[in-house]
């Protein structure tokens, strides 16, 4: 399962659209857009494991749009890209035009409220001409996986919300799809839902093993379910990496603070960084983190709140608790240092006391460095171990 | 500020009894959550303090004195909503000094301008006051909202869901500021969420209310370590109480029990594979969970890891009994 992280959302919508024209073993396309006088970058890069971020620079303008809808037309060939389309230049018209051609994917989960559970399921399956007996072979088989066996006499008005969601799954999977393109399908339920179903997509990809490509803006949703992540924003690959190595070693500042909650305190360092070196001077105090390989004039220290650790006054980093906030399984502390706030993560064993003073010290191995500058991850002995899960253009 | 007693109260509508014989008492000062699903009469409860509901019976004492026969109006409560019910044509001062202009209050312009000011400073919002409060964001326009809430002084806050339509990062920081607030100017809050992680980081104390009535009180410690049922045990714990086949504890337990629960920190997970094991379904990293699965039960783990495991991969779970919370074919707690 292959998924997408984007905060906007209107940059994902094209990738879907690209997967479902070229497969998902292409080739590597760069594009470059002309359009009102300037360039604006568009890059299509398919990378051998079969990643296809396709990114357009911030939100998609008209002209834009048409363009690469144009430029997709023509990679598919045959089929004309009407003209009439193109005079009119209407996005939504020009997607769904796109959409129309998509016979081998599933992209929008959706259902008709109109019609029962069991012509939901149908629907697809008749449009194709399949014989009776095995559309009610299939809908029979999907039903089973989906666990909905009971409602496929019921009218869709009536369902709970995941009920409904599930039929929507189940119009998806009944047409056996090469693979599934999902674009925030879970981001009209409930967050508590929200979590069941995306256990429900995790188990039924383990089942079926049917690729998938799934947009979210929900760091939850994509580090429970993927396999690879796309990190995204303003039409740029930020990482592209396994949720691991997105974890630990964001590749830049964006991703550091897009991913976890609370986000990965950030540190700045009191000395320029040079390369080779196993402490820091970290606001007066010296801290231990992993062998540096490449320095920095201002450097950040990156550390995630349950690699921090709290003790006894007088060991580590000096810290006051300014702000304790409760969450049953544990505690978020806020701490005042000399080298700005620091958030950690506290078992609820022991309630930290505001106001109390403190010693913190961080999990060594799990400090990460970077360049104020350029926001980018600074290497290190533990980031150089590291391989990248994939790679992208 | 004040403190409010509720007892006995009772509201129904038509046939269904949305509050039954309640009974509650917020103190002077206090950060009072109301927790519970929908329809559990959290809203009802908030409009019976109000006085927009009439009780069919039971009393409301605000200070000491019974103010349940007294209008909204003179009640002195501040209701703030979950959809931020702005006058669009008015700009961001108008729509916070609204509540000064009333007849009621008559209060002049210079006082007007001192405290919308001061107001719009602790929200910082002192940029936006000349806006059309149309032209502001959610997050925004809600702390127009408690701006125009705060403006009053008044003796109680009755909020409902006020941050349930902002995105997850603005909830986030009004549920701080709110928190803040209400420490910096000792206001008396009654706040009625279903969101358990805005309960136990806003709450002095909480209710959990199902069905009209009140299933515990008390800090959200006590609720979250000491629940007295089932259902109020998982109420609280994000990720959610794990209930347990009372089989896999057979011999070694009360005999009443029916029900096991655990905490998912509580659960302790080895690697490794055995006669009891368990297959791994979903493991995070930025939720610190494990998801694993044995004959059809999904058991939760919060753990802070170093890697996530593989999905398929066999896992050892232990639930140490001092951790174990033993409950009763009635869902009564039999270890409290």
């Known amino acids: ?152 006499g019921s009218r869709l008005g009536g369902l709970a919300g995941g009920d409904r969601q599930r039929v929507a799954l189940g119009r998806a999977i009944v047409r056996q799809p090469k693979a599934f393109l999902m674009d925030e399908p879970l981001g009209t339920l409930d967050a508590e839902f929200r979590e069941i179903m995306c256990l429900e997509l995790r188990k039924l990809h383990d089942r079926l093993k049917t690729t998938t490509v799934f947009v979210t803006h929900d760091q939850n949703e994509a580090m429970a ?31 550091a603070k897009f991913i976890g909650r609370p986000p990965m305190n950030l540190l700045e360092l009191r000395e320029p960084l040079s390369a080779g070196v196993t402490t820091v001077d970290l606001g007066g105090t010296w801290v231990e983190v992993p062998c540096t390989l490449a320095g920095s004039d201002r450097a950040l220290l990156g550390v995630r709140p349950e690699h921090v650790r709290l003790g006894e006054p007088g060991g580590g980093l000096p810290a006051q608790v300014a702000r304790v906030e409760y969450f049953g399984s544990h505690w978020i502390a806020e701490l005042d240092t000399p080298a700005g706030v620091v958030k950690a993560l506290v078992g609820k064993a022991v309630k930290p006391q505001e106001g109390d003073r403190v010693g913190i010290s961080f999990d060594a191995q799990r400090v990460v460095m970077f360049d104020a500058a350029s926001e980018q991850l600074l290497p290190s002995v533990t980031t150089s171990r590291h391989q990248a899960s994939m790679s992208h253009g | 500020m004040a403190s409010i007693t509720l007892q006995g109260m009772t509201k129904r509508f038509a046939q269904r009894t949305a509050v039954a014989d309640l009974q509650l008492d917020v103190k002077d000062g206090e950060f009072f959550v109301l927790l519970g699903p929908s329809g559990a009469g959290k809203t009802t409860t908030l409009r019976l303090v109000a006085g927009l509901e009439a009780p069919d019976a039971g009393r409301v004492f605000m200070d000491g004195v019974d103010v349940t026969a007294v209008a909204p109006a003179e009640r002195d409560c501040a209701f703030v909503f979950q959809q931020y019910s702005l006058y669009p044509h008015l700009s961001v001062f108008d729509n916070i000094a609204f509540p000064l202009r009333s007849r009621m209050r008559r209060v002049d312009e210079t006082e007007i301008r001192r405290r919308v000011r001061e107001v719009a400073e602790t929200l910082h919002i002192e940029g936006k006051l000349e806006r059309k409060a149309t032209a502001l964001s959610g997050g925004e326009m809600q702390r127009v909202a408690i701006g125009r809430a705060l403006v009053r002084r008044p003796k109680v806050f009755l909020m409902d869901e006020p941050l349930s339509s902002l995105d997850a ?34 709450a002095d104390r909480i209710a959990i209310l199902e069905e009209g009535r009140v299933q515990q009180v008390g800090t959200p410690v006590e609720i979250y370590d000491q629940p007295l049922a089932l259902n109020v045990a998982q109420r609280l714990g994000s990720p959610a109480l794990n209930v347990l086949p009372v089989e896999w504890f057979e011999g070694s337990i009360d005999p009443r029990t029916v029900h096991v629960g655990i905490r998912p920190e509580d659960v302790l997970l080895n690697a490794g594979n055995g006669p009891s094991h368990f297959d791994v379904v979903e493991s995070s990293l930025v939720k610190h969970l494990v998801v694993a699965e044995r004959s059809g039960v999904e058991v939760r783990v919060r753990k802070v890891m170093d890697h996530a495991l593989t999905p398929g991969e066999s896992v050892r779970l232990t639930f140490p009994a001092e951790h174990c919370l033993f409950f009763d074919a009635s869902g009564r707690r039999l270890n409290s």
Not at chain 1, 60 to 77: F, Q, T
Not at chain 1, 90 to 100: G, I, P, S
């Open chain 1, 225 to 255: 379910l993927a396999d690879h992540i796309v990190v995204m924003n303003n039409g740029q690959i930020l990482q592209a990496d396994d949720p691991q190595g997105i974890y630990d070693f964001p590749s830049c500042i964006f991703v």
């Open chain 2, 169 to 202: 990062r603005l909830r986030e920081e009004l549920r701080v500021e709110l928190k803040r607030l209400q420490r910096s100017t000792g206001a008396t809050v009654l706040y009625v969420t279903h969101d358990q992680v805005e309960a136990t980081t806003l």
């Open chain 1, 1 to 152: 399962m292959k998924l997408y992280c984007d905060p906007i959302s209107t940059t994902s919508r094209p990738v879907l659209l690209f997967i479902a024209e070229h497969g998902i073993a292409a080739e590597i396309v760069h594009v470059d857009l002309m359009t009102g006088g300037h360039m604006d970058p568009a890059y299509l890069a398919v990378n051998p494991n079969g990643i296809v971020p396709f990114l357009v620079d911030g939100d998609l303008k008209l002209g834009e749009s048409s363009a690469i809808l144009k430029y997709l037309a023509d990679k598919v060939g045959s089929r004309a890209y009407p003209t009439e389309l193109k005079a009119r230049a209407k996005v939504n018209e020009a997607l769904d035009w796109l959409n129309t051609q998509l016979h081998e994917y599933y992209c929008l989960m959706a259902v008709y409220p109109h019609m029962g559970v069991r012509d939901n399921l149908e629907f697809p399956l008749r449009n194709e001409g399949l014989a009776r007996a095995e559309i009610d072979r299939r809908v029979r088989e999907v039903a089973e996986i989906l666990r909905i066996e009971h409602l496929l």
